[in-house]
């Protein structure tokens, strides 16, 4: 099961918005005429058109080359609707016809109109009823002639169809697309703005790290419906604060504690005779002092230090080397110093690199098969390797065993807390731990460190 694609906020407020400013104009559009058509006001609006193109089709020449119009269905159809039909239709020779009871105001207004093609007449809205009419040139199978004609019957649902499609075509669509322009526009900018103490709150988080504890996201400028969200992760926050303190609290108690209890049993052990077993209990018994140690380092690495100076990882590498000659040769190996320059320099904590190549011999002895050469070596522009004549390391696993107590199989006792602390000491100091194949197949292991400016 695939998890959902995050869906965009813009675009679903742009499009939600755009449907709604057009659902509410059509139905505005709709309420409109529904009103209009439930009051009564259509069905008595002047549908003169349509008795135009009724009278259009029954107009025809007699023959004495006069016009006359003939009773359709179209023109009964009109008539009997309206009681007050009445039209006048002439063309351009003088020749007329009129039916109904013609206004006065009309009788004689037709040649006056000769060059306009079409005319609405009416009154304004304060002088009364007053009849009003339509006046249109037309072409018809008698040619062009002139129908002058008032009210009759009702408007068609024809005509209101496409009065509202008009309407909607000329009117209400290019609203529709001006305001899904404007939404396109302006909501990713208003989404921006609102959502800018969002962003900021993400920024913070994505700095979030084990090492810089007691960060909380920030509630300025958080729209309120999201401060919940917010609150809530600061809250856990600070609870994995808590739950990492506790932690650390009790690694470093218990590695005191363990200190001493074991630092008395080796001491007992090495004063009482243990037979042909004696090396490797007491042995075991180191490992317990180095692991305990280990757990202090670690402490000691995340409290940092204030104490950075410029190193010669040189003269370090070769005291550390001297140091623990005595231990690699009771493991039954040889310890060569090599270095390619007289003198190497790091910024950083002395004790703490000292601690770190310190765990990569030690972890070369406790894993290098026990015979061999185990090569410390200082490399320009400042690079420390550790290689051993061991089974070496597999690729896979070469990442992997950087994790506390990581395993490379099942019987094998794991690094412990040594390539951990290694991996730590030198990302504090913002160099790189690598592991690749020596030529000899062992495992070497480089510490590379930005090289300080002396």
């Known amino acids: 099961m695939t998890d959902a694609q995050p869906r965009s906020l813009r675009w679903r407020l742009v499009r939600r918005l755009a449907v709604l400013q057009a659902t509410m104009l059509a139905l505005f559009v709709l309420v409109v005429i529904a009103v209009l058509w439930g009051s009564g006001t259509l069905n008595t609006l002047e549908p003169e058109d349509d008795t135009i193109d009724a009278l259009r089709d029954a107009v025809v020449r007699d023959a004495n080359g006069g016009i006359s119009v003939r009773e359709t269905p179209a023109v009964s159809k009109r008539r009997d609707q309206s009681p007050n039909f009445w039209f006048v239709v002439r063309d351009r020779e003088g020749h007329s016809v009129s039916q109904g009871r013609v206004p006065r105001e009309y009788a004689e207004i037709g040649a006056a109109l000769d060059g306009i093609g079409q005319a609405r007449l009416g009154w304004n809205l304060d002088d009364g009823p007053r009849p009003t009419a339509r ?261 896979p696993h070469r990442e992997r065993v950087f994790e506390p107590f990581y395993r490379l199989n099942g019987r094998n006792r794991g690094a412990g807390l040594g390539l951990n602390l290694v991996q730590e000491i030198v990302r504090r100091h913002d160099g790189v731990v690598t592991i690749r194949e020596a030529s000899s197949g062992g495992a070497c292991v480089e510490m590379t460190f930005r090289p300080a400016n002396v």
């Open 135 to 395: 006046m249109k040139w037309i072409e018809t199978s008698a040619g062009d002639v002139q129908i002058l004609t008032g009210p009759g019957g009702t408007v068609s649902w024809r005509r209101v169809v496409l009065a509202a499609s008009t309407l909607f075509l000329s009117v209400v669509l290019p609203i529709i697309v001006l305001m899904s322009l404007a939404t396109l526009i302006a909501t990713p900018i208003v989404i921006r703005r609102t959502l800018a103490g969002l962003g900021r709150a993400a920024a913070q988080a994505e700095e979030i790290d084990i090492d810089r504890r007691g960060a909380r996201l920030p509630l300025q400028d958080v729209p309120s419906e999201v401060v919940p969200l917010v609150s809530a992760v600061n809250d856990a926050l600070r609870r994995l604060d808590e739950g990492y303190e506790r932690h650390k609290r009790f690694l470093v108690d218990a590695a005191h504690e363990l200190r001493t209890p074991i630092a008395i049993l080796q001491t007992r052990l090495e004063s009482i005779p243990l037979g042909p077993h004696a090396p490797r209990v007491l042995e075991d018994v180191a490992r317990l002092s180095t692991l305990a140690d280990q757990l202090l380092d670690l402490q000691r690495v995340d409290q940092g230090s204030d104490g950075l100076v410029d190193i010669d990882i040189v003269v370090m590498a070769r005291k550390v080397t001297a140091d623990l000659a005595p231990l690699a040769i009771a493991a039954n190996y040889e310890l060569s110093f090599e270095t390619a320059a007289e003198h190497v320099y790091v910024h950083g904590d002395q004790g703490a690199l000292e601690r770190a190549l310190t765990n990569l011999v030690q972890n070369a002895i406790e894993y290098g098969g026990r015979k061999g050469l185990i090569a410390v070596r200082v490399d320009r522009p400042a690079r420390i390797s550790v290689t051993d004549d061991g089974p070496g390391i597999p690729p």
